[in-house]
């Protein structure tokens, strides 16, 4: 499963630990979104239907917000709310099924709080 990786997301050993369970993780820093604001990122996840992986809980959500009152859409956000944490995303073990589902619960807003 494609997802984009916010900024603050985009560490080269969670990638590799997603792309071992078989996910196909898209840094923003690796895709020209380095110090771009987190409207631009969601306007670049959005262009491309992928959903983000942050850990930027109030701007995500306020975006989100924004999203849905206009009627637009979007792939999904998925907050990890603890910074402390990350990495234990790396060893969630998330499997597709896990990613497939929270893409199908599309234009939702997720928060992982481990």
């Given at each position: 499963m494609r997802l984009l990786l916010d900024e603050n997301?985009?560490?080269r050993r969670l990638a590799a630990r997603l792309r071992a369970q078989g996910h196909d993780p898209v840094l923003a820093t690796g895709v020209g979104?380095?110090?771009a604001t987190d409207a631009?990122?969601?306007i670049a996840a959005i262009t491309q239907a992928l959903p983000v992986l942050t850990r930027d809980s109030?701007?995500?959500t306020d975006l989100h917000d924004?999203?849905?009152a206009a009627g637009g859409h979007h792939s999904g956000v998925l907050v990890?709310?603890?910074p402390e944490q990350v990495r234990k995303l790396a060893g969630?073990?998330?499997t597709q099924n896990d990613?497939?589902?929270f893409v199908g619960w599309s234009q939702s807003l997720i928060s992982l709080g481990f």
């Open positions: 997301m985009s560490d979104l380095l110090s631009r990122v969601f109030e701007d995500f924004l999203i849905m990890v709310r603890d969630w073990g998330l990613i497939a589902s």
